[in-house]
Structures are given as C-alpha cells and as structure tokens.
C-alpha cells in the first residue's frame, strides 16, 4: 500500500509512520515544516505527485489553549486543512482518513459518547476539529473520520505521554482529577488507522483503547504502580484550579457505534496498553 502521511512528526503521526514501514508499505511522510495542510495548491500537488493509496491526516494544531487567542490559525489548520486535503484525495482517487478529537463533545452526558450524540464544542480547537470534520465529509463523501481522545505514547511531549518518565524519576505529579475521558495508545491507535484505511468505509469512527474512561489522576496513578518508584506520588487538582484559557470537557469518553460492524474488534483495554508502554521504558 501507498501511504501519505501528514504530521509525521508528531506522536501519532510518528507511531503511523513506523507501523506502515513495518508492514512494508511505500510512506511518504511529510512533517509541517514538509508540507503545511492549510496551504491548498501545496497539499494538491504533492498528493497529484505521489498518487498514494491513502492519505492519512495526523497534522492539526493541538494546543488547545493558543487556540482560543488565534482563531484563524486554528481554523485554517483544523478546519480548511482537512478539506484542502479530502479535496485532493478525490481527485487522485485515494482514500482519505482523518482524525478529530473527543472535544467536539461538552462533556455534560453521563457515560460514553457515540456517534449518535449531537456535538457541542466549548473552544475554539474544538470548534476548529467539528468544522474540520465536516468539511472533509461534505468536499469528498469517501472519508473516514475517526475521533480519539487521551492519547499517550512514545515521543509524545502531552501529560499522559511524559507520566511515565516522570514516574522514574520520582517526585509529586500533579494530575487532574475530575475529568474523564478514555485513554488511547498511539501504537494502537495508528494500527487501527491503517486497518479503517484498508476497509476503506466511509464514516465516522470513535477510536479508543477499551475500558472505562478514567481521569488523569486515575491513569496517574496507574501509571506509577507499574513504574514500581515509591518515590513518585500524586497531587489531584481540579480543572478549575488550573483556570486555563480552553475549556475542556468534563467528560469525554467514546465509545463506537460502527467499528464492529466493518469487521473491526475492539482495541484492547487501555491497561493492558499502559503496560506496554511502561515496558518500553
């Protein structure tokens, strides 16, 4: 398989790239400073060159909070972005796959959010990713969009990403302790979007490791009895406290309504992951 990918620099970009070379697939990785997706004629002619399978978008801008202070850089990436790119796919004729986010949703439902259930995004990365996905559905109705949320793996600078090694080395870990969302391991995470590419069936997929969802104080926690250093402890704090610019959702956990009817299994569950992941180290 000819796979493209964008923001290959990134953790799951990078994760992405590493499984498809593994699995002997032609990757054409480009990081931003390679190709930037909100810049059209660029994205169209690389992708008219390259003439790939499928393009895989793992490029956004994540910072959740610069968002809310440049809305016009967080739509032009996460919004025309994926459209600029879905555009192109459907004139090489390849399969174009996307990833949003668990933000899209206010976090005021009690459970796991599905497809099913309306979004309401309450920031503008979120606003961005919603308006992304939308784009990318209506300019080419070949898409596959797949949410996640929680991600942590190697490489990766976000909080649940760097725990581990902060783990190791000891100390007090502060971690949120009143929201909730449903972790999800890069590595898994990049092998089911190559498995949605090969399926190649339209739609929009929750993509999580399985299990409850838990806070970030709870996978914290977990984190550092599998590191075993009893010289790392944890400090809940609340999402208040931190009085971010961004607000997140208090809830966030997904849950998918389609995967098993394209033949997909689960992924496993987030622990077993974690394990893993630990080990690494």
């Known amino acids: 398989m000819k ?15 590493d499984h ?6 032609i990757v054409f990785s480009y990081q931003h ?15 008219l060159d390259k003439l790939p399978d499928v393009v895989i978008n793992c490029a956004a ?18 919004a025309a972005g994926p459209a600029n790119l879905a555009n192109a796919c459907r004139e ?54 797949v949410r996640t949320g929680y991600v942590f793996g190697r490489n990766g600078s976000n909080f649940l990403s760097t725990v581990v090694e902060r783990a190791k ?8 302790s009143d929201t909730y969302g449903t972790p999800t391991y890069a590595k898994d995470l990049a092998e089911r979007l190559r498995q949605l590419a090969q399926v190649n069936f339209p739609g929009l ?40 610019p961004a607000k997140r959702p208090a809830n966030s956990r997904l849950r998918c309504l389609l995967t098993g009817k394209v033949g997909l299994a689960p992924l496993r569950d987030w622990e077993n992951a974690l394990e893993e992941f630990v080990r690494s180290y």
């Open 205 to 244: 997929y929750h993509v999580v490791n399985n299990g409850p969802g838990v806070s970030f104080e709870q996978f914290t926690r977990k984190a550092i009895a599998l590191v075993g250093n009893p010289e790392a402890s944890v400090e809940a704090v609340s999402e208040k406290a931190l009085n971010r």
């Open 61 to 78: 801008w994540t910072n959740v909070d610069a968002c809310e202070f440049d809305e016009a850089r967080a739509f032009a990436v996460n």
């Open 3 to 17: 796979v493209l990918v964008t923001g290959a620099g990134g953790l799951v970009g990078k994760a992405l790239t």
């Open 20 to 25: 498809c070379r593994y699995l002997k697939d």
């Open 169 to 176: 080395r000891g100390g007090d870990l502060k971690a949120i």
């Open 92 to 145: 090489a004729g390849s399969i174009f796959v996307t990833i949003s986010t668990d933000y899209v949703f206010d976090g005021t439902k009690h459970g796991f959010y599905t497809q099913s259930d309306e979004p309401n995004p309450e920031s503008v990365y979120a606003a961005s990713k919603l308006e992304g996905e939308r784009r990318a559905a209506f300019t080419y109705d070949r898409s596959i969009i």
């Open 33 to 47: 400073q390679d190709l930037d997706i909100a810049d059209a004629p660029a994205v169209r002619q690389v992708i």
